[in-house]
């Protein structure tokens, strides 16, 4: 469901709008959260996003949440 919702953002030109929280080893509360804005390319199982200078990988799996404008318009059910 996260392609899904990540791409109908994309093709609706919303996902500038978007933040998305995923899991983060090492990050406060192990989450982090980034801009849409930052997505370079979202697939079926994973998305890149830009860092700085690097891409980051991020698997489907780790997204907890994703916002538009701050309404959550997907949560990852617990336990999944």
């Known amino acids: 469901m996260v392609f ?3 791409n109908k953002l994309k093709w609706t030109g919303e ?3 978007v933040e998305i929280v995923f899991m983060h ?3 406060e509360n192990d989450r982090k959260t980034i801009s ?3 997505i ?3 697939k079926r199982s994973h998305f890149y996003y830009r860092d700085g200078d690097r891409e980051t990988f991020i698997p489907n799996h780790r997204v907890l949440e994703i916002r538009v404008e701050g309404k959550v318009i997907w949560r990852k059910r617990k336990g999944t």
Request: zero cysteines.
């Open 4 to 6: 899904e919702t990540l």
């Open 15 to 17: 996902l500038a709008k």
């Open 25 to 27: 080893r090492g990050a």
């Open 36 to 38: 849409g804005r930052n």
């Open 40 to 42: 370079i390319s979202i």
